[in-house]
Structure formats: structure tokens, C-alpha cells
Nanobody, 119 residues
């Protein structure tokens, strides 16, 4: 069984930083893209950043220049370094991974971690 476990959320003042981590575990053959999504109250879930197995990060326009996504393939872990945080970054952040197991290839999601930015 595959699990994605997130950590690193919390409460921070505007202008501050947080680092999110997401570790995938279980019977994993390989992981393709990994990414972070977020969902604010009353809004749809949106892609924040993604990264392929070989690198090549992509970012939402709203976070370019402030957030950095990275991954450690040896640890099946993806990170999101968030700097210069704004109140509008407040949301539940979800980790996502496109991975291959013995059963099939599909998307997996973490349980979500709350990020709250106070003004």
C-alpha cells in the first residue's frame, strides 16, 4: 500500500518562510511527476508546482520567484520551499505523485497540511 506523508505546515507571518516535505512509501516501482497543490476555503484545488523525475520544475504564476520545488529520488521525497509568504497563500497544501506500483500506475495524494499566513 502506498502512502504520501506530508509535514512542515503551520502558522507564519507575512514575509516569512516554510518548507513542506512529502515522503512516498510502500511498494513503489517508480515515480514520475511529483507536485504540490493547494485549496483555499471556497476555492478549487490548484496546482502550485510540479517536478518531473529528471527535474524540470513548473510553477503557478502566483508563486514564481517565491516558491521552489525539489525532490530527492533516493528518498522518494518532494519538497516545497516557500519564501516571502503572503496571506493569499493560506490554504491546505496537498502532495501528489504519479507513481507505478505492482498493481498499476496512478495518482496518489497526501492527507494535506495547513499553511496559514497572517498579515
Amino acid at each position: 500500500q502506498v502512502q504520501l506523508v506530508e509535514s512542515g505546515g503551520g502558522l507564519v507571518q507575512a514575509g516569512g518562510s516554510l518548507r513542506l516535505s512529502c515522503a512516498a512509501s510502500g511498494s513503489i516501482f517508480s515515480i514520475s511527476a511529483m507536485g504540490w497543490y493547494r485549496q483555499a476555503p471556497g476555492k478549487q484545488r490548484e496546482l502550485v508546482a510540479s517536478i518531473g523525475s529528471g527535474g524540470s520544475p513548473k510553477y503557478a504564476d502566483s508563486v514564481k520567484g517565491r516558491f521552489t520545488i525539489s525532490r530527492d529520488n533516493a528518498k522518494n521525497t518532494v519538497y516545497l520551499q516557500m519564501n516571502s509568504l503572503k496571506p493569499e497563500d493560506t490554504a491546505v497544501y496537498y502532495c501528489n505523485a504519479d507513481l507505478l506500483t505492482v498493481a498499476a500506475r496512478r495518482d496518489y495524494w497526501g492527507q494535506g497540511t495547513q499553511v496559514t499566513v497572517s498579515s
